[in-house]
């Protein structure tokens, strides 16, 4: 058992760091981040504020967000539930409203790595005209795409307190009653929308949406998909998982 818990929040802290150095990467090949983070590149690009604390506020209003979706769908529940029910509904209310807090000061811990790696990572998208360059800022991007996936992967994999941007995803989902694959490319093209309007009317061109964001969105689900079909069943097992 000891073991177990081990592995799981050992792939758990893996996935989180992977995961804050995937997103930084993204934003250092400057070719268009990931639309999750869009929104919060372009603020912290407009305005020259400090990137991760951005990110940790547009994180704590999607938590914010989160604890009003899942109080409705429960109000829901509780109305169309049997009164024997009643009470088990509340505690599950419960569980759902601290896994929600829990999210916060995980919030705070992921956007401190942001910074980190921000700090020591060089910004690849300088003398953007040099040929070579424009490769290496593409590799970069991949690199990017993979360790996002990748690190996606392993924190979901282990269903422990999920990162905000996929909790909000999923709370959404499940009040609109779609499934969470639809539901993350109207979150996604959202987002999108926001940081292109912040771009133009504050600057007059586009910040942080490019190539790179288009392909972030069709890549990253890949390699989600193809960690998942190679390493998940071994890390389950090895987690203690069990569906």
Same mark, same amino acid.
């Given at each position: 058992?000891?073991?177990?818990?081990?592995?799981?929040?050992?792939?758990?802290?893996?996935?989180?760091?992977?995961?804050?150095?995937?997103?930084?990467?993204?934003?250092?090949?400057?070719? #268009?981040?990931?639309?999750?983070?869009?929104?919060? %590149?372009?603020?912290? /690009?407009?305005?020259?504020?400090?990137?991760?604390?951005? /990110?940790?506020?547009? %994180?704590?209003?999607?938590?914010?967000?989160?604890?009003?979706?899942?109080?409705?769908?429960?109000?829901? +529940?509780?109305?169309?539930?049997?009164?024997? *029910?009643?009470?088990?509904?509340?505690?599950?209310?419960?569980?759902?409203?601290?896994? !929600?807090?829990? +999210?916060?000061?995980?919030?705070?811990?992921?956007?401190?790595? *942001?910074?980190?790696?921000?700090?020591?990572?060089?910004?690849?998208?300088?003398?953007?005209?040099?040929?070579?360059?424009?490769?290496?800022?593409?590799?970069? *991007?991949?690199?990017?795409?993979?360790?996002?996936?990748?690190?996606?992967?392993?924190?979901?994999?282990?269903?422990?307190?999920?990162?905000? #941007? !996929?909790?909000?995803? +999923?709370?959404?989902?499940?009040?609109?009653?779609?499934?969470?694959?639809?539901?993350?490319?109207?979150?996604?093209?959202?987002?999108?929308?926001?940081?292109?309007? *912040?771009?133009?009317?504050?600057?007059?061109?586009?910040?942080?949406? #490019?190539?790179?964001?288009?392909?972030?969105?069709?890549?990253?689900?890949?390699?989600?998909?193809?960690?998942?079909?190679?390493? +998940?069943?071994?890390?389950?097992?090895?987690? #203690?998982?069990? %569906?």
């Amino acid at each position: 058992m000891k073991k177990q818990v081990f592995y799981r929040t050992f792939f758990y802290i893996l996935g989180l760091l992977i995961l804050a150095m995937g997103l930084t990467l993204n934003t250092k090949a400057g070719l #268009g981040v990931s639309p999750i983070i869009s929104v919060s %590149y372009s603020i912290s /690009t407009i305005f020259h504020i400090n990137f991760g604390n951005i /990110t940790m506020i547009l %994180y704590c209003i999607f938590v914010v967000a989160e604890i009003i979706l899942h109080s409705v769908k429960g109000r829901r +529940q509780m109305k169309r539930g049997e009164k024997a *029910l009643a009470n088990a509904e509340r505690i599950d209310r419960k569980l759902i409203l601290f896994m !929600d807090i829990l +999210q916060i000061p995980l919030s705070l811990i992921f956007t401190r790595f *942001l910074n980190i790696f921000g700090s020591i990572l060089p910004e690849f998208s300088s003398n953007a005209e040099n040929s070579g360059q424009i490769v290496i800022r593409f590799l970069v *991007l991949l690199l990017a795409i993979i360790f996002t996936g990748i690190g996606a992967a392993l924190s979901l994999d282990m269903r422990l307190v999920p990162n905000p #941007g !996929d909790g909000i995803v +999923q709370a959404i989902a499940d009040i609109i009653h779609k499934n969470v694959g639809y539901t993350k490319n109207c979150f996604d093209l959202f987002n999108i929308t926001i940081t292109i309007v *912040l771009g133009l009317s504050l600057r007059g061109q586009l910040i942080g949406v #490019g190539i790179g964001t288009v392909l972030a969105v069709i890549g990253v689900g890949r390699i989600i998909a193809l960690f998942n079909h190679l390493a +998940q069943e071994k890390m389950e097992r090895l987690s #203690g998982i069990e %569906y």
